[in-house]
């Protein structure tokens, strides 16, 4: 299994109730990220959580009155999603299975990581689309350089593929694809993030 996407879903199949546990509980800073995100958005809005995983902000955002679906491509990661209560489609972030202009919010948290780089330009249109006039890209990803197989801690033969982009040549494709970058910061934890927020351009 030679493609990067199929081998980390498989990957993530494998190790997923191990991984809901280790990611339940994420940072004073993110969470500060995920809130700021949420109160951009209009209240009881359409909220897509893109890389969902085991459903952990997909759950949050719907608690805070959002109508949320996560999106996965590991249908181990949306069985547990599905099970905290969040309607889930088994799909790909690439091309979610989302009609255009129907979301208030798109929130995509350590996910766009995985997609291979040369991928990247058509997956935030894809986003861009789904999102309305107006609506919100909250997206968090790993800030770097370069792209390679990362091995599953305790887990020996199971590898993750990673991506890590340079955030200005992210931001500005963002904002030539039609967003409007309204924060972006880079924070350190076990890996450097880029969190953005942006809005879709009105005029887009």
Do not use: K
Request: charged residues 20%.
């Amino acid at each position: 299994m030679d493609d990067p996407t199929a081998r980390t879903t498989a990957t993530y199949d494998r190790i997923a109730p191990e991984f809901a546990v280790r990611s339940e509980n994420p940072d004073a800073t993110f969470l500060a990220f995920r809130a700021r995100f949420a109160a951009a958005l209009p209240a009881g809005g359409r909220v897509a959580d893109l890389g969902c995983g085991p459903g952990r902000d997909a759950a949050w955002f719907r608690e805070q009155g959002f109508h949320t679906i996560g999106v996965d491509r590991s249908a181990a990661m949306a069985a547990l999603a599905a099970a905290r209560g969040v309607p889930v489609a088994l799909g790909d972030l690439r091309h979610p299975p989302l009609a255009a202009g129907s979301l208030a919010g798109l929130w995509s948290a350590a996910a766009l990581l995985h997609v291979p780089a040369d991928e990247t330009i058509p997956t935030l249109r894809a986003w861009h689309a789904a999102l309305r006039p107006g609506g919100m890209l909250g997206l968090s990803t790993s800030a770097g350089d370069g792209a390679d197989w990362e091995p599953v801690p305790h887990h020996e033969g199971l590898v993750r593929w990673f991506v890590h982009r340079d955030p200005q040549p992210l931001l500005a494709a963002l904002t030539e694809i039609g967003f409007e970058v309204r924060e972006h910061a880079v924070t350190s934890t076990h890996r450097t993030w880029l969190s953005i927020i942006a809005a879709r351009d009105c005029r887009s």
